[in-house]
């Protein structure tokens, strides 16, 4: 089997991590929720991944996606696929029910996806970015645009693009210069040219529903004047057939380092005449803040995308060990050979794989449970501290998740020895299509910069505060404990917390005197908060899992999440402290060298 | 222009780190070393580099190399720049005077080496192997066959290339099952598949000769039962000339994650009849030994194949962050936009680049600077403690150098954002091209396998004391510096050295007592030695710059050294503390879980 869904660990984390149980409480997602139903419909997402998306990964990537005519053709398999995966319901699972979705809370659709991204990560970047388009819709749009477009986008039968970036407005979203001008019949003209937008143009469905970032002729520069468009590639009829193409369309494709399959294309609107028609979605000049609800979500999707990655890499790389024979290991006989997996070093690559893949997979999760309560809590301070402390939590797991996917999926590479350079063996691919995920969708550079310039401060730093709270809380409970297992594992949670809590306290002070040592420290702050999330809900899985017991979880599964902990506890934790001491590096250091000396 | 080369910072390094001046002195390198010099052929090696090879990598990339009929082709202009690399004397470098080489220091051609891989990874792979098949053959070939193919080969109009590796047989090469067949004229039939065979066959030169490990048929199992073999593409006449067609071909290329330009060859030998002619290299049974010769060398030629790809990833980040404008930098006016170079992380990634490719830099010098004065030196007693420090040195050099060009090429793409994922900008070419280099050569794995059991006891763990006895040295004089930039230098490098010897110590007790400690520690020690090594290496060469002054290296260049210094003592250092920690976490952890519950 090319790929084995971690259901029981899913399971697992959206019980403990993601509480999913309490969400069953309220109306939102009241009978919809159910230990069955969640084991079921992870099972099923599983197989599918396994069945359909991941036979085709390979051949995604050797063949690519291609321009044939004005239209983008996909790999072999890849529209089949897409069609299953649409009539299997897979497109809509945490689609709202008014629109025919099926309302499922969104922290339980983010686990099918880790699925379909591990199977074939090019191949989910269309569906999430198609849900990202459509809640943006929902959220935004007027019911006009939402009865024409919303329905057929749910179900998967449409697929919905995100058209932001342009040559000089990357990063910096607010030097875009597409124009939107109205015309009479209150619809606009779309002219302008933008670069890597995934899946802009594909043969899956009939029609794409580009959303587009533009400026109307009053615009004020900057964010501030920025509007979103739909823009379809083909018109719709009000009877919702399908009308006239739209005046938008590929122009090329980017050859990238991976996710080969998944077109990244540069659109032209309105080459071959006055305009690709569009529709304002919200208010003028607003654009930025619908983009930006679409874009928290996309982060954490993003963030997924990093664990998928590594728990391919992992199973592949753990696969392989236990078939590779070569050298002896310790106590072997002279005569003997030993599969890899006996050599120390090489069990030691791969626990480091799991025991990071799992701890960001716990991360994701809370992240996006927290997202869920912030939605459907009843109470309405509850579902602001929820906002907030998703909020807080996003940035990080964006980055650490994203960040270890190459890390992982690059020392599943190294497992495999010189096979592991070998296309052919696809562990390379895993590390390769990976390699983007630190990269869009807001590089892990701006979401560190976002952790310390805003999450940090947020609510006068209680966010900040509780989470590090919640964690001594563990470490209490760990430490009272009378199993010596979990005993261990609470000072070097508590070391590095102290740690933590310290370099915190020196940005702070830093915020009010010199703020470019915010900047400075960002990276490594980042990174140090990822690192110490990461062995707390390890340790935190581990104490759960004791408590539970072997009876309900299964006596591998137990002694795994206490051994990943204890694997963190004594391998990564200790990286807290020599973060915390790099944070209060400062900027001083950074700007003494000019250019020149920079080269010197 | 493509690359640059850093002909101060390696004339620096080879002054003061290498001590090439010392080695002037010998009998052996006796006029062949000199200031002007050593600066005259670095610069020329870098021009060479610049205008002949970094144009044509891209190229390298895009097509390949590919099987025509039964011969490898090489991309355009790769055969070309070979011949220019042979008329302008680059194959020669260090070759023997013996046998028509220039027979410059090890050190010195290391550095020329490291231009050549930066500006081209997959050509320079041509002339390492062949570099090291000469020496092979020369320190253990009869004088007959010396003679005969080490003066074309020393010149590069012939290649030699090494051919161990087997798919049972990689990093167990005792494995393999190649044969040997002696027949009545003393000449030898081969037989057997290679895989792996880095220019096994090409276009550049009229003959190809392969040094080929195979087994006798009385050798015993394992390493022991190992001969080497010279066998020629084809056979070499008595006057020269070259002669009939051998029995030895490609029958396949792999394709790589990266150096695609570099052909990988499967070789079959006597497949067309009863074997391949082959010439005994060195007495029966002893190949492994003459292999390890040319290896120990090998490895540090792939240490700097990762400072190449370090530097090309950097040189290229720095130069696309002065272009590239993109938001705001703190203090800049609303109105205004700045070059990402002025942004603090950004800035902390291009000096984070620059600390760890100078740091791996001064690692790999220092390291052949040591086999050199193992080589040349007068005193016997000398000679060997040199070559103890060398061998210690070697895995770390390796070993941490190939890690840093992973990482640093990697941060390379993220200081592109999302041009750095499009391939045609080339920073992702760096990154896979670089992955290699922690496998090949002996996994960096096995190289920390190497650093703990076998070179921490040399000479009764005095040569491991050694090094830290020079560590505190520098520490020393930076403390009681006058100069505060320097004095700041000496903390962190001290405390470092303590949690080293600490971790040290651990691991001398637990050799005695339980040796898998040793293996499952073997990784983070490596990782730790070598970040303590390039801390120590960046202090001492910046107390040096400071001392000899502005007005011997210029001003940018020693607020340079300083300034990575400090920069690598404030963000690297601490982490050698952690890894001292996660040295000590023992093996018993790793094999709590068997391979059901590494799934669970």
Same mark, same amino acid.
């Given at each position: 089997?090319?790929?084995?869904a971690?259901?029981?660990?899913?399971?697992?984390?959206?019980?403990?991590?993601?509480k999913?149980?309490?969400?069953?409480?309220t109306?939102?997602?009241?009978?919809?929720?159910?230990?069955?139903?969640?084991?079921?419909?992870?099972?099923?997402?599983?197989?599918?991944?396994?069945?359909?998306?991941a036979?085709?990964n390979?051949q995604?990537?050797?063949?690519?996606?291609?321009?044939?005519?004005?239209?983008?053709?996909?790999?072999?398999?890849?529209?089949?696929?897409?069609?299953?995966?649409?009539?299997?319901?897979?497109?809509?699972?945490?689609?709202?029910?008014?629109?025919?979705?099926?309302?499922?809370p969104?922290?339980?659709?983010?686990?099918?996806?880790e699925?379909?991204?591990?199977?074939?990560?090019?191949?989910?970047?269309c569906?999430m970015?198609s849900?990202?388009?459509?809640?943006?819709l929902?959220?935004?749009g007027?019911?006009?645009?939402?009865?024409?477009?919303?329905p057929?986008?749910?179900?998967?039968?449409?697929?919905?693009?995100?058209?932001?970036t342009?040559?000089?407005?990357?990063?910096?979203?607010? +030097?875009?210069?597409? *124009?939107?001008?109205?015309?009479?019949?209150?619809?606009?003209?779309?002219?302008? /040219?933008?670069?890597?937008?995934?899946?802009?143009?594909?043969?899956?469905?009939?029609n794409?529903?580009?959303?587009?970032l533009?400026?109307?002729?009053?615009a004020?520069?900057?964010t501030?004047?920025?509007s979103?468009?739909?823009?379809? *590639?083909f018109?719709?009829?009000?009877?919702?057939?399908?009308?006239?193409? /739209?005046?938008? *369309?590929?122009?090329?494709?980017?050859?990238?380092?991976?996710?080969?399959a998944?077109?990244?294309?540069?659109?032209a609107?309105?080459?071959?005449g006055?305009?690709?028609?569009?529709?304002?979605?919200?208010?003028?000049?607003?654009?930025?803040?619908?983009?930006?609800?679409?874009?928290?979500?996309a982060?954490?999707?993003?963030g997924?995308?990093?664990?998928?990655?590594?728990?391919?890499?992992?199973?592949?790389?753990?696969?392989f060990?236990q078939d590779?024979?070569?050298?002896?290991?310790?106590?072997v006989?002279?005569?003997?050979?030993?599969?890899?997996?006996e050599?120390?070093?090489?069990?030691?690559?791969?626990?480091?794989?799991?025991?990071?893949?799992?701890?960001?997979?716990?991360?994701c999760?809370?992240t996006?449970?927290?997202?869920?309560?912030?939605?459907?809590?009843?109470?309405?301070?509850?579902?602001?501290?929820a906002?907030?402390?998703?909020? &807080?939590?996003?940035?990080?797991? *964006?980055?650490w998740?994203?960040?270890?996917?190459v890390?992982?999926?690059s020392i599943g590479?190294?497992?495999?020895?010189?096979?592991?350079?070998?296309?052919?063996?696809?562990?390379?691919?895993?590390m390769?299509?990976?390699?983007?995920?630190?990269i869009?969708?807001?590089?892990?550079?701006i979401q560190?910069?976002?952790?310390?310039?805003r999450?940090?401060?947020?609510?006068?730093?209680?966010?900040?505060?509780e989470?590090?709270?919640?964690?001594?809380?563990?470490?209490?409970?760990?430490?009272?404990?009378? /199993?010596?297992?979990?005993?261990?594992?609470? +000072?070097?949670l508590?070391?590095?917390?102290?740690?933590?809590?310290?370099a915190?306290?020196?940005?702070?002070?830093?915020a009010?005197? /010199?703020?470019?040592?915010?900047?400075?420290?960002?990276?490594?702050?980042?990174t140090?908060?990822?690192?110490l999330?990461?062995?707390?809900?390890?340790?935190?899985?581990?104490?759960i899992a004791?408590?539970?017991?072997?009876d309900?979880?299964g006596?591998?599964?137990?002694?795994?999440r206490?051994e990943?902990?204890?694997?963190?506890?004594?391998?990564?934790?200790?990286?807290?402290?020599a973060g915390?001491?790099?944070?209060?590096?400062?900027?001083?250091?950074l &700007?003494?060298?000019?250019?020149?000396?920079?080269?010197?």
């Open positions: 089997m090319l790929y084995d971690p259901v029981k660990d899913m399971r697992f984390l959206l019980t403990h991590i993601g999913l149980n309490e969400l069953g409480t109306s939102l997602y009241q009978d919809l929720v159910s230990d069955d139903l969640v084991d079921a419909i992870l099972t099923e997402a599983g197989r599918f991944s396994a069945d359909i998306l036979p085709i390979r995604g990537d050797l063949q690519g996606s291609h321009i044939v005519a004005d239209d983008v053709r996909t790999p072999d398999g890849f529209k089949d696929a897409y069609q299953a995966y649409v009539e299997q319901g897979w497109a809509s699972v945490s689609g709202p029910v008014d629109f025919g979705g099926q309302g499922l969104g922290s339980f659709s983010f686990l099918v996806q699925m379909v991204f591990s199977a074939n990560l090019a191949f989910g970047l569906p970015l849900v990202g388009a459509a809640e943006a929902e959220a935004h007027s019911d006009e645009l939402k009865a024409r477009y919303l057929k986008m749910i179900s998967g039968e449409w697929t919905g693009a995100m058209d932001l342009e040559p000089q407005a990357g990063s910096d979203v607010g +030097a875009l210069r597409a *124009k939107a001008v109205p015309v009479d019949d209150g619809t606009y003209r779309i002219t302008g /040219n933008k670069i890597f937008i995934t899946f802009g143009d594909h043969d899956f469905t009939d794409v529903i580009h959303l587009v533009a400026r109307l002729p009053d004020q520069p900057g501030k004047g920025i979103l468009f739909l823009v379809p *590639k018109l719709v009829n009000d009877d919702g057939s399908i009308g006239a193409r /739209n005046d938008v *369309k590929v122009t090329a494709l980017e050859h990238k380092m991976g996710i080969h998944s077109p990244t294309c540069a659109m609107f309105g080459e071959d006055e305009g690709a028609v569009g529709y304002l979605i919200g208010a003028p000049h607003r654009g930025m803040a619908a983009m930006f609800t679409m874009m928290n979500n982060r954490l999707n993003v997924i995308q990093g664990v998928a990655a590594a728990e391919a890499a992992y199973q592949q790389a753990l696969s060990a590779r024979v070569q050298g002896r290991a310790p106590g006989a002279r005569d003997q050979s030993s599969a890899i997996i050599h120390p070093d090489v069990r030691r690559n791969l626990l480091l794989m799991k025991a990071k893949t799992e701890a960001a997979r716990a991360i999760v809370m996006a449970g927290a997202l869920d309560h912030a939605r459907a809590l009843e109470d309405e301070a509850a579902r602001e501290r906002k907030l402390r998703a909020d &807080f939590l996003t940035p990080i797991a *964006k980055s998740s994203t960040d270890i996917g890390e992982v999926s590479v190294q497992v495999h020895g010189g096979m592991g350079f070998i296309e052919e063996t696809g562990a390379a691919q895993f390769r299509d990976s390699r983007i995920a630190p869009y969708e807001g590089t892990n550079g560190s910069i976002d952790l310390v310039m999450k940090l401060p947020l609510d006068n730093g209680s966010v900040a505060d989470f590090f709270a919640d964690i001594e809380e563990t470490a209490a409970a760990l430490g009272a404990h009378d /199993n010596a297992a979990l005993t261990r594992l609470a +000072a070097p508590v070391a590095s917390l102290a740690a933590a809590r310290q915190t306290n020196w940005l702070r002070e830093r009010a005197q /010199n703020p470019t040592d915010l900047l400075a420290g960002a990276t490594p702050y980042c140090m908060m990822g690192d999330f990461g062995g707390w809900l390890l340790a935190k899985k581990a104490l004791f408590e539970e017991g072997d309900v979880w006596s591998a599964f137990v002694a795994a206490l990943t902990a204890s694997f963190f506890a004594s391998q990564i934790l200790p990286q807290v402290a915390a001491s790099a944070v209060q590096g400062g900027a001083a250091g &700007f003494t060298l000019d250019p020149i000396a920079m080269k010197a």
